[in-house]
Every structure is written in structure tokens, then in C-alpha cells.
């Protein structure tokens, strides 16, 4: 029996179809976006890590980064002051590279 693939719909103002990934894919990026958060990346920069990384749209990134900022609990003054620094660029530069790599 052959299956009939449908072909995806590309909607005004959309460059690619939007395809839903799957749970495993979806934790995944949560995961990626979460650390970008972590080492306190832009929204920008995340962006365009994702772009590169997982070939999707901004519009599901900002899903992604809404629901890893609902679900993490604010961080204190403390906290926040151990990742700055040089730790924190050296991070974030490491994340960048491994997303240009794939």
C-alpha cells in the first residue's frame, strides 16, 4: 500500500511549512533554550542559535523560551552575580560554536 504524503501548507507571511516536532525534539530544545537562558544569552542570540541548530522559526523559539521562563523559578541577586563574568562569555561562546557546528 502506498501512503500519501501531503505536501506541508506554507502560509502568507511564512518562509517554511511548519511542521510540529515531535516530544523528544521538543525537550530537546527546551533543554538547549534553557541553557542559552542559563548563560545568559538574548533573545536575539538565541534565536539565532535555534535557527541554526534546529532549522525552525522564531515564532516556535519564543515558545520554547516562554515556557523554559514560566517554569524556572526567578533567580536571586547571588545567583546571578556567580554565572556573570568571564564564566558567563566563555559559556555562551561555547553554546554559539556547537550551534554553528550543527
Known amino acids: 500500500m502506498n501512503k500519501i504524503v501531503k505536501t506541508p501548507v506554507i502560509r502568507p507571511g511564512q518562509r517554511r511549512p511548519y511542521v510540529k516536532g515531535t516530544l523528544a525534539q521538543i525537550d530537546q530544545r527546551r533543554g538547549f533554550v534553557a541553557r542559552m537562558l542559563d548563560a ?20 516556535q523559539c519564543d515558545r520554547y523560551i516562554s515556557w523554559v ?9 547571588a545567583e546571578h552575580r556567580q554565572i556573570t563574568g568571564a564564566e558567563h562569555y566563555r559559556q555562551l561562546l561555547e553554546m554559539l560554536q556547537g550551534a554553528a557546528k550543527q
Open 40 to 59: 545568559g544569552a538574548t533573545k536575539t542570540q538565541i534565536h539565532s542559535a535555534v535557527r541554526q541548530r534546529f532549522k525552525i522559526e522564531w515564532r
Open 69 to 77: 521562563s514560566e517554569t524556572r523559578l526567578p533567580r536571586t541577586r
